[in-house]
RNA sequence: GCCAGGAUAGCCAAGGUGGUCACGGCGCGCGACUGAAAAUCGUGAGAUCUCAGUUCGACUCUGAGUCCUGGCA
């Protein structure tokens, strides 16, 4: 059995620089499993900390432009292939990031992967309202819609993939899903804050470590190169607090007020995400 | 000091010829989430400035007080 070593949890909890550590003292190589640094010009805001990886080898960094769309299917295939290139060469493979639904993905499979986005169907279902949505996704499959729970019923993202799976589903049948193969032994590591206070603390130090380092600046950059606020990469927190600033919509205090909130925010869902998984080993900093 | 306006949850804020559980938004708590996930969504707990009066009944009317905002001095 391979060792394959995960590195994923809260944000802001030091899991690059717990997951440098396993490369070096093990052999390994870095498999990015975060969904904002897989863009490429998201730098300061998302915390590429190149610094800190320049004696290790981190895949997955930089490889999508913020205008196109980058799911979870598409971080396992690329996870897979870097998998296994790292273990042919006898090297750890430690995947390291927030995003757990690429490691879900990835761990356990997706029954309904190989139906692929319709992007001219979401394009035009965007616009629709809750009640015409759900309308719409009970006349072509009313068990489709059963199956939904209370949330997903309101979610529009939601409704409109279902709608996408009930209008393609005749012309693809979904094959079995592939999924990491279980020739490896999986270590997962959890990093979770201590209690609120930690977390807090933590984000306000990042917020203002990265505004110290231009995260402003990236933002008017960004613009000026034609993304938007619409941008796949930019629905991202920090830039889009930072892109309301410049629009004139909130002063330089909301916008890192809000930063700062978003960010505690997310780290609270990713944990309820997570904690689901039985396999994820937890430890605590703060 | 005078005139005018205002005081509703942690913040912003609607309301009604006086009558069951006072509209929302943000935040907060809890949760969902199998090709958008730092996304998207569900759900819960929180309030009528103080005192007195009118009334069967006042957050709503009257009076006094306190505080805030604007104008005049």
């Known amino acids: 059995m391979k060792d394959i070593i995960i590195i994923t949890g809260q944000t802001a909890t030091g899991k690059t620089k717990l997951a440098r550590d396993y490369a070096l003292s093990r052999d390994g190589e870095l498999i990015n499993c975060d969904s904002r640094q897989i863009y490429k010009h998201l730098t300061i805001i998302c915390g590429k900390d190149l610094n800190l990886l320049q004696d290790v080898r981190i895949w997955l960094y930089d490889i999508s432009d913020p205008k196109k769309y980058f799911s979870s299917y598409d971080f396992k295939k690329h996870a897979l292939f870097a998998i296994e290139d790292i273990a042919s060469r006898n090297k750890i493979p430690i995947i390291v990031g927030g ?3 690429y490691l879900k993905h990835l761990f356990y499979g997706i029954e309904t992967e190989t139906i692929k986005p319709d992007w001219k169907l979401r394009k035009k279902f965007e616009q629709y309202s809750i ?4 309308k719409m996704l009970k006349k072509l499959s009313v068990q489709l819609f059963k199956q939904l729970n209370q949330s997903d019923r309101k979610n529009p993202q939601r409704l409109i993939r279902k709608i996408e799976l009930a209008t393609h589903s005749k012309a693809q049948k979904p094959k079995k899903p592939s999924q990491l193969p279980k020739v490896f032994n999986v270590k997962i590591i959890g990093l979770r804050f201590k209690n609120k206070e930690s977390l ?3 984000v306000e130090k990042r917020v203002a470590e990265r505004i110290k ?9 960004l613009l000026e190169a034609g993304y938007t606020k619409r941008d796949p990469g930019l629905k991202t927190i920090g830039y889009q607090q930072l892109i309301a600033y410049f629009d004139g919509k909130l002063t330089k205090d909301e916008a890192i007020d809000q930063w700062i909130t978003k960010e505690i925010q997310y780290a609270k869902r990713q944990y309820t995400f997570m904690k689901k998984d039985l396999n994820i080993k937890w430890r605590e900093v703060g």
Do not use: S
């Open 99 to 101: 995003t757990y639904l």
């Open 131 to 134: 009640v015409e949505l759900q």
């Open 200 to 202: 807090r603390n933590a």
């Open 213 to 221: 380092n231009g995260a402003f600046e990236e933002v008017a950059k």
